[in-house]
């Protein structure tokens, strides 16, 4: 079965200084990858996704995200964090093989706090 | 282009009542998705649809129906409101599943009390 784990909860980093924000999912195939964002109030954003190619996968927003198989782990990370990147973001993940096709599954989310 | 239109936006309830929640999408989009966002739960699908006329059941599917008898609505129905079905739900909707990207609407706000 499908499933996404977000370790974090809740983050809060300093405007200008680094984020990772971490994602390991369990699938039994080639996963297709997601990461949106949730401004309070709000619909989800796509930042970015990944499904094949290039491990290392570049988003909206300065975003970007690195597929690691052997980890299982799709970290999204951004080098300098704005104050406008407070929401909320969510890990996903879907597939294409063992009827799990149309099933988008997302983690519980990790809320990001910017101090200024 | 109005995109994952949902309606309404808010509503609060008496336990025991149904309602019907409407989603629709103007990107001709096959795949179509309810979900309910609870503090700490993240999304949890409910119900999916892969095509017009069709619909499958998600992870959190009880107490509710869903119809998709065209292809730009999805349909979602509580027919007798509990306080547990008390949530934020959100329609989505792709070209393609899982590739293609999920839009998704502002959301509905039920109560039910």
């Known amino acids: 079965a499908q499933s996404v784990t977000q370790p974090d909860i809740h983050i809060t980093v300093s405007e200008g200084a680094s984020l990772e924000l971490r994602c390991n999912y369990s699938y039994g195939a080639t996963p297709y990858l997601f990461w949106y964002v949730q401004s309070p109030g709000q619909g989800l954003q796509l930042l970015l996704k990944y499904f094949s190619g290039d491990t290392l996968v570049q988003g909206i927003k300065g975003f970007e995200a690195e597929f690691k198989r052997s980890q299982s782990s799709f970290n999204l990370r951004k080098p300098s964090v704005h104050w406008s990147d407070a929401a909320e973001y969510f890990c996903a993940v879907g597939g294409r093989y063992g009827g799990s096709q149309g099933n988008l599954i997302f983690g519980k989310g990790t809320k990001l706090s910017v101090k200024p | 282009n109005a995109g994952v239109t949902q309606t309404p936006k808010f509503r609060v309830l008496k336990t025991g009542q149904s309602m019907t929640l409407l989603c629709a999408q103007d990107?001709?989009?096959?795949?179509m998705y309810w979900y309910r966002q609870d503090p700490g739960m993240g999304l949890r699908l409910i119900h999916y649809?892969?095509?017009?006329?069709?619909?499958a059941k998600g992870e959190v599917p009880d107490g509710y129906n869903v119809s998709r008898l065209k292809k730009q609505n999805f349909l979602l129905g509580l027919e007798s409101a509990a306080p547990s079905q008390t949530s934020v739900y959100f329609c989505?909707?792709?070209?393609?599943?899982?590739?293609?990207?999920?839009?998704f609407g502002q959301g509905t706000r039920l109560t039910v009390v």
């Open positions: 989505a909707s792709s070209y393609d599943s899982p590739a293609g990207e999920a839009f």
């Open positions: 649809s892969v095509g017009e006329g069709t619909t």
């Open positions: 990107m001709n989009h096959e795949y």
